[in-house]
């Protein structure tokens, strides 16, 4: 299988933060640098372990040591998938028959040992996506600290983040999957609307629409009218309501995030004025997207053209990368960023038309050496159904 990161990309930052060895332990980062997504530590309640940490993937900067990925279990199921790391070492509990060689954190201890690592410098995941969730838990790093003396720990994520940033040819095609499936699920859904159906019934034929795909939902909101629940709910469709959903799948694990508002029937002036309104800052926006641009700069413009129709816009920004994480760097707001190749982002633009639901639309963008293009194609005017 082929490595889905940029391994002399990766190398070059872990220079640049001064890392010897980079240790993914996070369902996310792990998946990220081996493309072996776990199934342990998300979906299952691991307390027989005692820690949330079930998998590590690590990164050497010395490149005579060849990376290896550690984890609980699946060795049939690593071996089927056959990631690109070869060096692999899996853990069995000694309650289960296996021989005691000490707890998960000590055996991957003895291994660093063994391959002269035991020395270094280690970047782990200390913070995640900005925020003071530690993903590296307190046993993990206390136990690191006893059994590996002359090491050092510091914080990984912000390089972790740095290196998400900007994907490969292959993360671009996986994240453009999943927005072509949206667009397909969207428009075939939309063509189901009948009065008087519920929210939950218009959920259930979009699922049923991804099962053609053999998609799953991961993240849905339905909204009619000014409903500002985010699940979908028993409310009837009424004529005049509008009707937005907001819908991220992953395919192969990438992200793609797209979101429409129609109206059923008759739309009112409001809200006829307030999607003109949106769909002209959203043309602006897109025609401003040029490779250096900074997210500052764009966001701005939003602001700008959506104040020339009478609106003061709320939220603190127009778009949000995707990847691995649905909600991940760039961020279309008030900073310096500049959009760079590699760069995949939505471009989301909502008013409120009262106090309940946003109305709005949502495209993916995604850039490379040749610039910057909206791969949505669902159309962005004003649909009465």
């Known amino acids: 299988m082929q490595r889905l990161f940029d391994l002399v990309r990766a190398r070059k930052l872990m220079e640049k933060y001064g890392i010897d060895v980079l240790v993914a332990s996070s369902t996310d980062n792990f998946g990220y640098l081996t493309d072996y997504w776990t199934h342990y530590g998300k979906y299952f309640d691991i307390g027989w372990i005692g820690d ?4 590590m993937a ?5 490149k005579n040591v060849d990376p290896f990925m550690y984890l609980v279990g699946q060795q049939s199921d ?6 690109w790391i070869k060096d692999r070492r899996f853990y069995t509990d000694p309650g289960y028959g296996a021989k005691d060689e000490g707890n998960f954190f000590e055996v991957f201890s003895k291994m660093m040992k063994e391959r002269g690592l035991d020395k270094s410098k280690i970047g782990l995941e200390l ?3 900005g925020y003071t969730i530690e993903v590296a838990s307190h046993r993990m790093v206390e136990t690191l600290k006893k059994t590996l003396p002359d090491a050092s720990f510091v914080d990984a994520s912000n390089l972790f983040r740095e290196l998400r940033l900007i994907k490969t040819d292959e993360e671009m095609a996986r994240i453009a999957k999943a927005s072509e499936i949206i667009d397909r699920c969207l428009k075939a859904t939309f063509e189901e609307v009948t009065g008087n159906m519920t929210e939950s019934e218009l959920e259930w034929i979009l699922k049923r629409n991804l099962v ?6 991961i993240l849905l909101n339905i909204n009619f009218g000014e409903d500002d629940i985010l699940r979908p709910t028993e409310k009837k469709l009424q004529e005049g309501d509008f009707i ?6 992953k395919y192969k694990q990438y992200y793609g995030d797209v979101a429409r508002s129609v109206v059923f029937k008759k739309p009112s002036t409001k809200v ?7 769909h002209k800052a959203h043309d602006q926006v897109i025609e401003s997207i040029k490779l250096g641009s900074s997210c500052s700069e764009i966001f701005n413009i939003a602001k700008k053209s959506l104040k020339e129709s009478g609106y003061i816009y709320q939220p603190p920004i127009i778009g949000h990368g995707t990847g691995i994480s649905v909600h991940e760097a760039p961020y279309l707001g008030e900073n310096n960023m500049t959009i760079q190749p590699g760069m995949a982002f939505t471009v989301e633009i909502l008013l409120k038309p009262g106090k309940g639901s946003w109305i709005g639309t949502e495209d993916m963008i995604i850039c490379d050496k040749r610039g910057c293009r909206d791969i949505t194609t669902f159309t962005k005017d004003l649909v009465v159904l």
């Open 272 to 278: 006829k004025h307030m999607f003109d309104s949106i």
């Open 127 to 129: 913070g995640y996506e």
């Open 58 to 62: 690590v990164l050497p900067f010395e």
């Open 212 to 217: 053609k795909d053999r998609i799953d939902v």
């Open 52 to 55: 949330p940490c079930l998998q």
């Open 244 to 249: 937005r959903i907001d819908l991220a799948l």
């Open 78 to 83: 690593v071996e089927y998938i056959d990631p």
